[in-house]
């Protein structure tokens, strides 16, 4: 997670200097310290004296200059401070020219200090933004302490290619870097806030927990699905879902899931598709999903299809099942193939006058899996809507 | 449990250090059909049908009763109006003094204006999804109150507690929730009348319910299991008990192996369970999978003595992004049932059945969506075929219009009636402000019954929906951030 920040504030050091034409004045100052004493000592200021440029630019010589230097702090998340890298450099230091300017170019085309010679001092083999994790820190301070930047500068932050990996978003991605680092790479663009766009759910991974907290991290937005959440990932969601419900905790909150997890909506917003009321009939039937997780039958399906006609109220006398002559004698496959969708209009009552053994016909309705015994013991009571009190044990 | 959550929010109000998120989402939907009704006629008085089977001098096809006097058929009924308001709340409120407290409630209060009751979901009036107040730090959370848990068992309501302890270093995590239990599928006790339209077999007491799950969570995966118990305090027998797994692996780079399945301790046998293989990178997300499924009966009906069979399906799935524009999409999926181990000589019912669909979605300019499906599935007790196409315009603004329309057959197995669907509709969007968003919609439901008696009752009607959802907050920043964070406990600002 190397610092796009420095990025940004590359671009904006890399502009030609303003206001100063440097190379016009190339004949005037022997050396840069000359005017720029702040550079090669602690006391002095690095701007130079508006009193000095008076001496020429006084109106008679030269047209006057109305120049100021500046008073706020640099808009910057540099570390850099001339006294103390050359004192801590040496003899390696760098001049002033081999920083801020272009081989080639004329003396004094002065410019603002350019990247790939830190990186080359440095050893820092990359490009910039290519850097590794652990070689931000060594010109950028933490964002929590640029306190120069405003809001915008943050927002302009680029992102540097690592992040554009397809797995960058998972655990393993960013999730990798942040626990390697314990958040001092992430910290050069990052604050808490920042991460709390998406980690919301939960109670925030150790890395988070360690960065420091400045509302200004949320100027860069994170709002990108992972790559796990493709095409149709509302429709195959559950299974990873089940597994994983730490990671979707990471982004999610309970309410996202009841915006379609949510009990006998009359329509949840999202779950279903457009139309899907007209073609419920095929999917609910052979239960293309499991729809009394949300719908409970007695007050969502029976409800509405008793409206419709679709009722076995106390008798067998609806004619639903008009197509087949001799349905109720045959019936024993398509309700134990489709129990649920039977249940939408009948009640238990329809079926005890034959299948119970106290008062009905005796037809036995336990067929493949049935295990007597362990219903027996588990409910007790269930067995005695059809056996009274006379449960057989096996 | 109501009161005390409103106390506790009007207690908690004054605090200066209080935050809240409130959303409320209205929708108001008017619909009119064709009712049905009952109609009986004397078993003398019927007359053989062109089919051959008893009618009435009018042409109805009745069904008569072995021994019965009277015949029944249904008639064209008056007309059903419905005009349901439903209005859902969520609400989350922090700042109580202690840092990691907080408050949630989700409630719904639903009116048919019309009195008819012609619409599902209505009753009762006022019914509380969640409710519950939240301790969270670190290495621990509590809850108390109404709660939905959503796990690979299903999505399960109580009124009780749950505490969850985790060591994020490690990954793990284990949950153990316990009280009284709702409804399956309802935010309602099973004992609430409004769950048996039918009055037949009903508890007379809530169940008793305690789960328990654990979880790890790793980078190269994932895997949880869950156990959870409900009893009957009546009889002190199970309502239900069971186990769920499931487990995820990422084996590389947009590889994923995902599994799971659950089995009912109480009946003895395995319920549903699922493998796939999935892949996904920018352009291509495929997944090939196998699924079984089996529906699960609480033990206070008879009907998971009935021995319900599972089917078993393999399923595909892939969505090729050709162009950056263009999307196609395919699935399908086939599936077999278990033998039923009935003998049925008369009746001959289809045991396998299949679904598929074909889509394509273009964006040639960003503004305009151009979407169109074709899907077909043929199966045990209905079949479909059908078509759908549909028109986005969403501009760089608040607002977006869609137009759609679909054609659709779809034959039931069991039934006389054939029906040919033309579905057209219109739908609009406008977010005047970003916490606050209307829509509208209107549907045409143009129904075709196809039936060789008087007793086509079609289907067609208008349905027209109006939406409202405000979204309000303690925050200013409620529309920079994304969904989950605007409803997220205590806001970022807490954090």
Known sequence: MIAPASLFILALLQQPAQGFDHVQHKALFPSCTSCHAGAAQERPSLWPDPVSCAACHDGAIEKTVVWRAPTSPRRSNLRFDHVAHGAKAGGKSPTCAGCHTVAGEPRMAVREPVVQRCLDCHEIRTAHLAAPDSACATCHVSLVRAASLTRQDVADFPAPPSHAAPDFLSRGGHGAVSRQAMGTACATCHAREFCYQCHAGSAPPRAIAWLASDPRSTALLARAAPASHGDNFADRHGTEAAASTTTCTGCHVRADCLECHRPSGARAAGYHPDGFLARHPASAYAREAACSDCHNVGAFCTACHARAGLVAEGLLRSGYHDARRFFLVGHGQAARQGLESCVTCHAERDCLPCHSAVGGRRFNPHGPGFDASRMRRKNFAMCTACHGANVPER | ?495
Not at chain 2, 141 to 167: C, K, P, Y
Not at chain 2, 219 to 226: A, L, S, T, V
Not at chain 2, 395 to 400: H, I, K, L, N, V
């Open chain 2, 1 to 495: 449990m109501r009161r005390t959550i409103v106390v506790a929010l009007l207690i908690g109000s004054p605090l200066s250090a209080q935050g809240y998120r409130v959303r409320l989402d209205g929708r108001f939907q008017a619909v009119g059909y064709r009712g049905v009704q009952l109609d009986s006629i004397p078993v003398t008085d019927t007359v053989t049908g062109p089919s051959g089977g008893p009618a009435t001098p009018d042409g109805f096809a009745v069904r008569c009763p072995s021994g019965a006097a009277y015949c029944l058929f249904f008639r064209p009924g008056a007309v059903q109006r419905g005009a349901p308001f439903v209005t859902t709340a969520d609400a989350s409120v922090w700042g109580f003094g202690v840092r990691g407290l907080s408050a949630h409630a989700t409630a719904r209060a639903a009116v048919d204006f019309t009195g008819s009751d012609a619409w599902p979901g209505t009753e009762s009036a006022i019914q509380l999804l969640a409710a519950y107040a939240d301790y969270s730090v670190e290495r621990l959370s509590a809850r108390a109150g109404r709660q939905l848990n959503s796990n690979r068992l299903g999505t399960i309501g109580f009124d009780g507690a749950s505490i969850t302890v985790r060591d994020g270093r490690r990954g793990l995590e284990a949950t153990i929730y316990g009280g009284w239990g709702l409804a399956r599928g309802a935010a309602l006790p099973v004992t609430s009348p409004a769950l048996n339209p039918l009055d037949d077999f009903q508890p007379g007491r809530r169940q008793l319910l305690l789960g328990a799950e654990a979880g790890w969570s790793g980078r190269i995966g994932d895997i949880r299991g869950e156990y959870l118990r409900e009893v009957d305090p009546a009889t002190d027998y199970f309502v239900s008990e069971r186990v769920g797994f499931a487990g995820v692996a990422r084996p590389a780079p947009g590889w994923s192996v995902s599994a799971g399945a659950d089995y009912d301790l109480a009946a003895g046998w395995w319920g549903s369970a699922e493998a796939a293989l999935g892949y996904t990178t920018r352009s291509v997300t495929g997944s090939l999978g196998v699924r079984r499924y089996r529906p699960h009966f609480d033990l206070w009906t008879i009907w998971g003595a009935f021995s319900p069979v599972p089917y078993t399906a393999v399923q595909g799935q892939v969505a090729i992004r050709a162009l950056p524009q263009v999307q196609v999409r395919a699935r399908g999926e086939r599936y077999r049932y278990n033998d039923a181990e009935v003998s049925a000589p008369l009746v001959t019912v289809e045991q396998s059945g299949w679904r598929s669909e074909l889509g394509v979605t273009a964006s040639p300019v960003a503004s305009w969506t151009f979407d169109a499906g074709y899907s077909r599935e043929f199966g045990p007790g209905a079949a479909s075929v059908g078509t759908s196409a549909s028109v986005t315009y969403a501009p760089t603004g608040p607002y977006a219009v869609t137009l759609h329309g679909a054609a659709l057959d779809r034959p039931l197995e069991l039934r006389f009636s054939e029906s040919v669907l033309h579905v057209y509709g219109i739908d609009g969007r406008v977010e005047p402000h970003p916490g606050l968003r209307f829509e509208i919609g209107a549907v045409r439901y143009a129904e075709d019954r196809r039936r060789p008696d008087p007793a086509a009752i079609d289907w067609g009607q208008w349905r027209v929906t109006l939406r409202a959802v405000l979204a309000i907050g303690s925050g200013d920043d409620l529309d920079r951030l994304p969904p989950a964070v605007r409803r997220m406990p205590g806001g970022r600002a807490e954090r």
